[in-house]
Each structure stands twice: as C-alpha cells, then as structure tokens.
C-alpha cells in the first residue's frame, strides 16, 4: 500500500513538473512571438504623413509639387501616392486635362502620381517633388485644377524601422484598408573590397544600390538623404584620401583622380537629395 502512494506521489511530481516546464516555455515562446510580431507589424499612420500639393517652379519650370510632413517616429525614406479622377466628371471637367490628348492616353484614364524620395526624419517637412501624370518621366500636371478633379487612391511609404532595416506600409483609400508587408531591405548596403577602401565610407543613413558595376571596374554607390551640406563635406572627405588630381568641380558634380590611377566621380540631385558615386580604374 505504502509503495502504491509513493508511486502515485512521484507521478504527480513528475505531472506537476512537467506542466511548469511547460508553463515556463509557454511564457518565453509568447515573449518571442510578440517580439517578432511587434517588428513585423511596425508600422505608419497615414495621419502621420501630412500631405500637400501645390503649384511650384521646380528647375526652371512650372509643375505641381508634391509635400509632407513626417509626423511619425521614424525616419521616412520614401512616399509614393497615387490620386484618381473622381466619380462622375462632366467632359467639361476633364478638359483640365486637355495636356494629354494627343500623348495616347485616354482622359479618362488619366491619374496623378505623387512621389518623394528625400529623407525626412520625424518632424521634418519634405518639398520640391515634381507630380507625374500615369507614373511616367515625361508628362507633368502643371495646374491646380488638374489636380482638383483627383482624389487618393493608394499611398506607399518606405521607412526604417526601429531594427535599422527598411520597411514598407500603406493605405487603399478605396477599400478603407491598411496594407502592410513583411518583406524589409538593408538601409546600408556596402562592400568591403579593394574599391571601397580607397574612398571614405559616408555617414549617411542610407546607402544603397552599392555594386560593382561595368564588368567589375566600377564601385557604384548612392547616398540618401543628403543635401548640399553632406555633399560638399562628403568631398572633402575624398580629398583627404587623396582624390586631388584634375579636379572637376561643379555645383553639383565633382570627379578628381588620385595618384594610383583612380577616378572618383559624384553627381549630385538637389531635387532627390541623392548622391551617385563611381570609383573607376583608369585604363
């Protein structure tokens, strides 16, 4: 009898254990789950991207310009929107949009695209980015009224999220839906090599697209976020590592040559706040 009640005492230890165990590894695995959960659903606000359109003179030419305020608490990278003609518009309407009759396009079909690459940290007001009609690189709405017959469709926005890696989020107006992704980039891209170690790595908080390029004889790289401040420093920091010889320095360009032979080139757009570098071996 007394070998029956210590057997049944050990099994319920061996129970009571179990379940701690148990409970113990249910507490970390949640921990986890909600870590990885948090990261993966980071996220913006629409609100938190306060933005505009307004008439503007952008390099010499009249065209509407899209803005924002970056109300969040990340850095935000890129901003695309996409506005559509609303419902019901009266042919009288469309001639607004008289621009485009003779590019292929349907009028009816014709939509605005706001986009804004340059870097805005939290608080900061992004401005002067030219609006495109259909996503294209060569119509340009240049009125207001063009713009007043349109309405938000969807808006797209790049971000670096508190693990240091881009992210992306958006919003369809039409469906009154959140729309979020999982899939993150690097925010530095850069290549230990021969090439990078002659020119000084930026202090930038995004360089991308960072390649050998041209067969292997060119190290391209692209710095974000940099205005004129960042690109004349950024020069000076190439001349320090001895890119001083037949030197071509323009507003926003610059190429010099050092002594072994090498050709740095920079080119800078004020309007993208985009830096794009080529080392090149000098044949």
């Not at 969040?72 to 019901?88: A, H, L, P, R």
């Not at 590019?103 to 495109?132: F, Q, R």
Request: hydrophobic share 30%; charged share 30%.
């Amino acid at each position: 009898m007394k070998t029956r009640i210590k057997g049944l005492l050990i099994l319920c230890t061996i129970l009571c254990m179990g379940f701690i165990l148990s409970a113990c590894g249910g507490v970390s695995n949640t921990e986890n789950a909600t870590t990885k959960r948090t990261v993966l659903n980071e996220s913006i606000d629409i609100k938190d991207i306060d933005w505009n359109v307004d008439t503007r003179i952008i390099d010499g030419e009249k065209c509407l310009s899209f803005n924002y305020t970056n109300k969040s608490k990340f850095d935000v990278i890129e901003v695309d929107m996409k506005f559509t003609q609303k419902v019901g518009l009266s042919k009288k309407k469309l001639k607004v949009l008289k621009s485009m009759v003779n590019t292929g396009y349907n009028l009816e079909d014709i939509y605005i695209v706001g986009y804004n690459s340059k870097l805005a940290e939290p608080g900061e007001t992004v401005e002067d980015s030219m609006c495109n009609f259909n996503n294209t690189s060569g119509y340009f709405p240049n009125k207001i009224k063009q713009f007043e017959i349109m309405e938000p469709n969807e808006i797209r926005i790049k971000f670096i999220g508190s693990d240091g890696l881009i992210h992306s989020c958006g919003y369809d107006y039409t469906n009154n839906e959140y729309l979020k992704s999982n899939d993150t980039e690097k925010a530095i891209t850069w290549i230990d090599n021969e090439y990078s170690k002659m020119v000084p790595k930026p202090d930038a908080k995004v360089i991308q697209d960072t390649a050998m390029i041209e067969d292997g004889k060119t190290f391209h790289f692209e710095i974000l976020g940099a205005d004129t401040d960042t690109f004349n420093t950024y020069i000076k920091e190439c001349k320090k590592k001895g890119f001083t010889k037949n030197l071509k320095e323009y507003e926003r360009s610059w190429s010099g040559e050092n002594s072994e032979k090498y050709k740095l080139s920079i080119e800078y757009w004020n309007k993208y706040e985009k830096m794009n570098c080529d080392l090149t071996k000098i044949e």
